[in-house]
Nanobody, 119 residues
Framework: QVQLVESGGGLVQAGDSLRLSCAAS????????MGWFRQAPGKERELVAR????????VYADSVKGRFTISRDNAKNTVDLQMNSLKPEDTAVYYC????????????WGQGTQVTVSS
């Protein structure tokens, strides 16, 4: 069992930066690929960025490449999402996700944190 708690959301203006953080409980943090997803009103949840269990591989949505950076600290059981040059279309609830890389049905979600970007 993994519990995830996100923090760092808020209201910012277009062009600003924001850093989201996700704290994970449990002793098996390195067993999971970690990801950030987002869901805007009326839209499906989508992958924003993912990082492999030891941080060697990262994947980004095309819409955030060059602006967002995902990182993890396995000693602290945290995964962060640095968001720069924010746009109004980045407005969404952002969710932290832990995914077992071998068994796709084993995954956990945080409660979400709201990010609102005003124009």
């Amino acid at each position: 069992q993994v519990q995830l708690v996100e923090s760092g959301g808020g209201l910012v203006q277009a062009g600003d930066s924001l850093r989201l953080s996700c704290a994970a409980s449990g002793r098996t943090f390195t067993s999971y690929d970690m990801g950030w997803f987002r869901q805007a009103p009326g839209k499906e949840r989508e992958l924003v960025a993912r990082i492999s269990s030891w941080g060697g591989n990262t994947v980004y949505a095309d819409s955030v490449k060059g602006r967002f950076t995902i990182s993890r600290d396995n000693a602290k059981n945290t995964v962060d999402l640095q968001m720069n040059s924010l746009k109004p279309e980045d407005t969404a609830v952002y969710y932290c996700n832990a995914q077992n890389p071998l068994i796709s049905t084993i995954n956990y979600w945080g409660q979400g944190t709201q990010v609102t970007v005003s124009s």
